[in-house]
């Protein structure tokens, strides 16, 4: 199952409902949520600095992770960012397929 990566800004109100929710209950929602998109959570980090978490989680396709991603962010409470990630198997497939390509200006 492919793996991503999300970046989480909570909004001013959605950090007062982190601090009424807690770490460990909005843990158990973004598991809940992997889950109800057919995925699993792998973990989630709480940050200091632009991003206010991070979530790594495998889901079944780019739709599901889009769907994840758009719930979250209608609820006004939360801003995200996206990426899948790739495997080292899944770069070395990419980096076979011998793309030809001309820069800009070459």
Not at 56 to 73: C, Q, Y
Request: proline share 4%; charged share 20%; aromatic share 6%.
């Amino acid at each position: 199952m492919p793996k991503y990566l999300v970046e989480a800004s909570y909004t001013t109100e959605g950090l007062k409902n982190l601090q009424k929710d807690r770490a460990e209950g909005r843990s158990a929602a973004i598991k809940a949520a992997m889950q109800s998109a057919g995925g699993k959570l792998d973990a989630v980090y709480w940050c200091l600095g632009e991003y206010d978490a991070v979530v790594i989680a495998d889901l079944p396709d780019l739709a599901s992770a889009a769907a994840v991603g758009i719930a979250v962010s209608a609820s006004g409470m939360v801003r995200t960012r996206t990426t899948p990630l790739l495997t080292a198997q899944e770069v070395d497939t990419a980096l076979a397929k011998g793309v030809k390509y001309r820069a800009p200006g070459q």
